[in-house]
């Protein structure tokens, strides 16, 4: 939860020595802050250091003025670091294909502010919900993709997020794969929903191989993307119940009801900067 | 829930047509015996009918009278079929090696009548739980395995599965993989709780490559053993949560808690008689 | 699930005697139709006994045909009985204040066919949602409630009622109490979603009271209306955790995510006609 | 989780004011000791500010030594604190009547250290649980309680939790409502396990009345125990789902599942000092 009162988080990385704490919370003492909210984890097996304090600030701070006050601590002790300013939203572009159970979903709780971002746009292989996206008063761009347009395609995504100054990258049921080149360029900006509680069935098709397994729960992952197809850094996962009756039609109707909450899960961790990376692994900090 | 007043469960598994569930009531009816429960269920891919059915009956019914009422509706229809008299308590072996999470649940619920079995004895390649065997007064066997005497061990084993008359093995987290010819020998008849939610991390040290895998959640299936490694049929699943600061340490701790109740879960569906192969697929009445 | 060709569902509830079963399957059997899904349940306290039988039927088949072929063994058996012709879909009436995250979670499902029903109206006793409803499709009626026009407007409401010839009227986060002679014309036909883990916190402000309660997780409950508030038939209930630092903010809005999710499940068991009464229990067949 | 190589645990309580983590942090770093996990909370309708911080230290470090160093914050501050010292293990007595679920679950966890307590003794109104007591090697006291020697009783107890330097009283299952009295007397050291969803169903016999009641799902509630019962600070709760076909039996059965689990939950977080208490509600630093 947004502890209320918060107006900057401030994210740390670092190799962990002793006096981190202390010399993070003066600098913010000094500066007449107040921290609200403090995790911090150690990772033995690397040595290093991971932080998230979120504070309340007198009116008048901003992120330049922190940052000047803060260099001294984030010099000394070698910081990667990062102050995010609440009260600007993140900007955020969903893509989708026909299934819009997410699209519905992150939707709603946009419009009810239980997600603190702003919708820049919709972008769609398909025409199926620019009805939709009319309504809400969200722009809709229609990117058809097929094996020769893609690279074209994607420099008009690309194009597009820097136009629009895309902070987060949501694909919502979105059903191409981005190129490598893209990954690599969108790197830690873009969240997907697997359709499976990975690793279990990676690639295509899950639910229909998590019928054929007989398996008797079905689940899904958020990640971010990276080059390797499914093999992202996991954010959140979820399942539910199944049982030998369920068709793979059954599966697929069940399981978007657990995709739909997981994505909003990891969307929210991500806009409230819970999440950090640690090689290929997450750390979030509830 | 074995319904209060039950008797005797039949399975039926057959191709599915008109008129089965009519007959099978009537032969029940004819019988002067009353079904307290029934769930069915039809594999549209194969064509395959599945049928369970307790029953209470006249005091003197046996399952050789009831079979012999029976045999024409089973000759008419078919049927691969089976009577099981409830009166009658499996007869079932623990396996274990040091880990004893497991045992000592499966120990509990079966002294207070919460799983209907008779543990026949307690097999372990380790002496670590004879002492307790002998407090809860169960016989005691001790096969330790080498790679040099493991057949040798194993058709001591098989003796003692058939001179205990033992209708089930439960694999309590037993370390020791058996031999395809001994998995095909006791075929359906031998329940292991593997540490992962299958298919998620087949083979060894599950929770050590969940852990690198980074996800956030562990889990734990109890399935039929096969000659085919954690590939066997899948009785039942379930997972916990867990977070970046977990260390494997961790995971496993937490992952026993699961172990434990899934396998209890497995046996007891198992000892109600609601479990039936289809394929490598079970079907779970419950 | 709904199996696959299954074109009827009969429900029976009777006292419980042998013969039940076959009588009701011979019949079944002489009409030329299919068991595809049979569930029952016999109330050893009340000594009831009920039954759901899904069945695929002749093309031509209608519930009138099928009544008339299955009197005698109604008579017989004195059974309370109905018949449903699942190609009829059932017409559904949605009431909604302001909060509209139940509305929008079930305006989707039925859009893509995950509730089998058809929404014949939606009304409120606010103007929130009417843009949405004239975006949908859906007819919008507005009947703003005060203490002097109560109950003119439910005699409105039942008129309406009566017009669109509703089956089921959803209360979607409703925040009007329905009066006792209202609720009593409507027996069983309005299924409510409270926001609490009745019998929990009845009554209003729940998330409030669990807040001050200090509980570690919230529930949502969905029942059927009856003029004891928050006492009718319960149909399926869940609950999500909760910690220390979530506000009352916090817990309203986690909770809505179960609202809409518990809601929409007892829908779709009322529509599959998985629900029956027991006194002020239900029998859910799943 | 116990972080590794965490020796020291400082909780702390205040009125809420800048600078307070700084000048915890800079005690801890000027004595030379390392913040492996660092929890804080501050509680905007009451103005208090909680903090639990997990310390590694030189190995000449004590209680003693740490407090006197900490004393000048401490004072400044006007903090309620506490240093526990995590190489010594808490003292536990176990209360049990006659069902042995959680006592079993308990002893188990202890003799493979997922549960750091010592246990003192087992005290039983009934004579069940001794055979197991001894083959465990626990000292075991019987106390047979009726209404004429129920003070008397209490005050042996009593004796006995001084005599044994007992930290933490586990009510396991134990079928006896302590004294007001003794309740004060033992303020935040008694944790009991309730098996009901609290506050559903308050007082005796819940599964009965969520029977009657026709509930979905049943729950356990472990809470310290104050002198209004069943009301005390609530640590931990679950649930499992249940359905029609369930008796009273059955609730039972299913409802120990979820006892045991809740029970060594709550008992963990309070031995890892994780529990804090705020009025009537309790913070929980997982």
Redesign the interface.
């Known amino acids: ?1 947004v ?3 918060a107006d900057f988080v401030l994210l740390i990385a670092c190799e962990d020595r ?2 981190i ?2 010399a993070v ?2 600098s ?2 000094s500066q ?11 990772d ?1 097996s690397t040595g290093r250091f991971f932080m998230r304090v979120a504070i309340s600030c007198p009116e008048d701070m901003t992120s330049e003025r922190f940052t000047s006050a803060f260099l001294p601590v984030a010099t000394a002790f070698r910081l990667d670091w990062r102050i995010y300013d609440l009260r600007k939203k993140l900007r955020a572009m969903i893509m989708v294909s026909q299934g ?2 997410c699209l ?2 992150l939707l ?1 709780r946009t419009s ?1 502010k ?1 997600l603190p971002m702003e919708v820049t746009s919709i972008v769609s292989n398909h025409m199926t919900w620019k009805r ?1 996206a009319d ?1 809400e008063g969200i722009n809709f761009h229609h990117l058809p993709i097929t094996p020769e347009n893609k690279l074209e395609q994607e420099a008009k995504l690309l194009a597009m997020v820097e136009e629009q100054q895309v902070d987060l990258i949501i694909l919502a049921r979105y059903m191409q794969v981005l190129s490598d080149q893209l990954c690599r360029k969108l790197d830690g900006r873009v969240i997907n929903i697997h359709h499976s ?5 990676k690639g295509a098709k899950p639910y229909h191989r998590a019928y ?6 079905v ?1 899904a992952t958020a990640h971010y993307v990276t080059p390797d197809l499914d093999e992202g ?7 539910s119940v199944v ?5 793979v039609e ?1 599966l697929i ?1 069940q399981g978007q ?1 657990t995709e739909s ?1 997981v994505l909003a899960r990891a969307v929210k961790l991500h806009l409230e900067h819970r999440v950090m990376l ?1 090689g ?5 900090f ?1």
Do not use: W
């Open positions: 939860m502890q209320t009162g002793k006096g704490v202390a919370a003066n913010i003492a007449d802050c107040n921290i609200i909210e403090s995790s911090q984890y150690g033995a819009g159970h519905n979903d709603y009810t239980r939709r309504h509680f990975l690793p279990g069935f054929e397994r007989g398996v008797k729960m689940g850094p996991i954010i959140t996962q979820d399942v049982d030998h009756a369920d068709t059954d109707a009801d909450r640690n290929n692994r997450t750390i979030v509830k």
